[in-house]
């Protein structure tokens, strides 16, 4: 049972790359959430799924993108990535809305 | 609307002596509250959870917290410091009553426990 993964772990990106992180349950949760997490400003909710192809905007959606197309998958997409989209980006699940979410280890960003 | 403020950025304790580490929330609702933690380069993990049950909620690692609606406040305690506490420590509130539990975060607290 490995909870809750992600990769890559760290990635460096050029202005205007494009790229996807995976993150991955094996709980069988129905909400996955994305968010960053920048200095001092704890965590910020980038999108939400409440279940197997559904997605929802967060507090910070613009330049992010993703997709639930399998119920333990949860995409995270940046067509065309910005030196403000450095961050560590953060997984979380859970099995309904109200419960505890499980995070994932975290996928460090730097984009030049 | 919610919010949590946690009042302190840094914390420095000595090993063996207690750990204060306060929060306060508002909301216009009857709050969920949880303290989540983060060790270097590590997920954030759950330490405990308020859901309106029992006001002194026990988590893990021998931390606890207690619920305090008069004061507003859900601070972090433990009675003795590890050095294995060193970390980062989120206060986090949620709104009840919706369709979808949004959590909202706080700036974090780092723990630093010096031998």
């Known amino acids: 049972n490995a909870g809750v993964t992600q990769t890559p772990k760290f990635r460096v990106l050029k202005t205007g790359q494009s790229m996807t992180l995976l993150c991955a349950q094996d709980?069988?949760?129905?909400?996955m959430y994305w968010y960053r997490q920048d200095p001092g400003m704890g965590l910020r909710l980038i999108h939400y799924s409440v279940g197997e192809g559904t997605t929802a905007k967060g507090e910070v959606p613009d330049g992010y993108n993703v997709s639930r197309l399998k119920k333990q998958n949860f995409l995270l997409g940046l067509e065309s990535a910005a030196p403000s989209q450095t961050s560590v980006y953060f997984c979380a699940s859970s099995y309904s809305t109200g419960e505890t979410q499980y995070f994932g280890p975290g996928t460090r960003l730097l984009v030049l | 609307a919610q919010s949590v403020t946690q009042l302190d950025s840094h914390v420095s304790v000595s090993e063996g002596t207690p750990v204060l580490l306060r929060c306060n929330y508002s909301s216009s609702y009857s709050p969920s509250l949880f303290w989540y933690v983060q060790h270097p380069n590590k997920g954030l993990q759950l330490l405990l959870k308020y859901t309106s049950a029992a006001t002194l909620v026990k988590g893990i690692n021998g931390f606890e917290a207690e619920f305090k609606k008069s004061e507003t406040s859900f601070h972090l305690t433990k009675p003795s410091a590890h050095m294995s506490d060193a970390a980062e420590y989120f206060c986090?509130?949620?709104?009840?009553?919706?369709?979808?539990?949004?959590?909202?975060f706080g700036t974090g607290t780092r723990l630093l426990v010096s031998p």
């Open positions: 709980m069988n949760h129905e909400y």
């Open positions: 986090v509130v949620s709104l009840k009553n919706t369709g979808f539990q949004k959590l909202v």
